[in-house]
């Protein structure tokens, strides 16, 4: 398997052009309901996405095959799976493992996010891996046995001593159940009484600190972290190399926002990047793919590769929903002092 490859060489540090990780978040439906699956155009104009609409994306994207981790819900993936559609490709399907009420942001006209993050799993992990079914001993995975779990520290004593506490009794069911993960963390989603240089640090130390007291066996696969500037990013990586550092994407933003995330997050360290918005709000999902891959692979600067998505958007006869002066704007605060 391609990412398998991928993570071997760049835990023995021979991190090279090309072995950086793409990762497509499809899970949107496990924190909102009709707005999960986004916008498409057709002869009209644009319209919502329905749930078939949407797999049928993400299948799209899989057959690219350009990708290297396809993250999805549990029952997005029985569908998938059950179609074949990762066979012959080297993409390696995931499933959110857990769905923290931080994460339940697109629900309409809800407020569970005003509340600080609470622990919550939806998903049954031999379930997940063996299609449904009750495994048998030594019973051939159907599914997958890799997954997301998430967390978010709030510089709160009783509210972080529970998230451990879930992420341990996670861990405990992973290993009972050969399950792999990826461990992400979010920046506090309530006031935190830190400022945004602070927020960096405190999450640098949050997870180094949440996986001091774990083995090997159990440890994650890589992180997946938000973009809090070039120095937290590059402390992190810097610290531990057997650590694999990945940057999640956040708000969807232009597309310059979406490449210069990419480029500046891997020359600071990131050897992983994981966008859900950003590319599922995409006029041409797969085109904004390739030119993620080809940034990452050093072929082309962020900065072009605007100018390149754009151009191929008018030979495709997709009508981009910016100006292409306006997508070569940087939106995101964190990303100007860092742009070329």
Known sequence: MRLETKLNKIKSGSYRSGDFILADAKDSDMGSGVTGTGFMQDGSGYRRRSRQDFLSQIENIIEQDVVDIMLLSASNLEILAGRGVFKNTGVKPAIRANDATDCWGGVRHGR?????????????????????????????????????????????????????????????????????????????????????????????????????????ADRPEFLKIPFNGPAAMEELAEFDSE?????????????????????????????????????????SQREFITLMRAIADGNISAKEAVKAYHSKLNELGIKPTRTIEDDYNITEGVLLKGAK
């Open 112 to 216: 569970y996010t005003s509340y600080g993050s609470r622990p919550f799993r939806s998903a049954s992990l031999p379930r997940v891996m063996h299609g449904g079914t009750d495994p048998n001993p030594g019973a051939k995975i159907t599914g997958t046995d890799l997954g997301l779990y998430s967390i978010t520290f709030l510089n709160d004593l009783e509210a972080d001593l529970a998230s451990l506490q879930a992420f341990a009794d996670f861990r405990e069911d992973a290993a009972k159940n050969g399950f792999h993960y990826f461990y992400e963390v979010f920046n506090p989603n309530i006031d935190c009484g830190l400022d945004k240089k602070q927020i960096g640090e405190f999450l640098n130390d949050c997870v180094l600190r949440s996986l001091a007291g774990v083995l090997k």
């Open 243 to 283: 650590i694999v550092v990945g940057v999640l994407g956040g708000a969807a933003g232009t597309t310059r926002d979406s490449f210069e995330l990419l480029e500046q997050s891997e020359r600071y360290g990131a050897r992983v990047a994981l966008f859900g918005r950003k590319i599922n709000q995409a006029e």
